[in-house]
C-alpha cells in the first residue's frame, strides 16, 4: 500500500492544492488517508496538509476560484472531499460518552471506542428555486 500513487485532494485549510494547470496532485497513499471515490473509479483521497507538505510545483488554490474553471463534477467532488474531512476532523470524540472514535473499516463512519457509537456524515442537501410569479 505504501508505494500506491493516488489522485490526492490535498487542502491547506480551505484551500486546495493545485498545479498551474489546475490538476491535482499525485501522493503516495497512506493508512489514515479518507477515500472519496467510489470503489468503481480510481482511488482518490483527501487529507489536510501543512505548506512544507505541498508537493513541489503545487499551491493551494481557493477553492471559490476554481467554481468557474473546473467542471461541475470536478467542483462537486472537491466540495464532498472538503466536507468529508471537516466531518471526521469535527468527530474525533463521540457525542455520547466524550471517548475517542476512529474510522470505521468498511463503513463512512466514525465509531466510539468505549460505547460503539456510530457517527455518519450528515447528509444536508440543497435546493435552489426561482420563483416565477
Known sequence: MSNTLVTAY?????????????????VTLQPEDL???????????????????????????????????????????????????????SHRFCGCCGHATTPHVKERAMVCTACNHHQYPRVQPCVIMAIMR
Open 10 to 26: 490535498l487542502f491547506q485549510d480551505h484551500a486546495l492544492v493545485v498545479n498551474e494547470q489546475l490538476e491535482l496532485p499525485q
Open 35 to 89: 477515500q472519496v471515490q467510489q470503489s468503481d473509479r480510481p482511488i482518490a483521497i483527501a487529507r489536510y496538509v501543512t505548506e512544507q507538505q505541498i508537493p513541489a510545483g503545487f499551491s493551494a488554490t481557493p477553492i471559490q476560484q476554481l467554481a468557474g474553471q473546473w467542471p461541475i463534477q470536478q467542483f462537486e467532488q472537491t466540495s464532498r472531499a472538503l466536507q468529508l474531512l471537516e466531518w471526521q476532523r
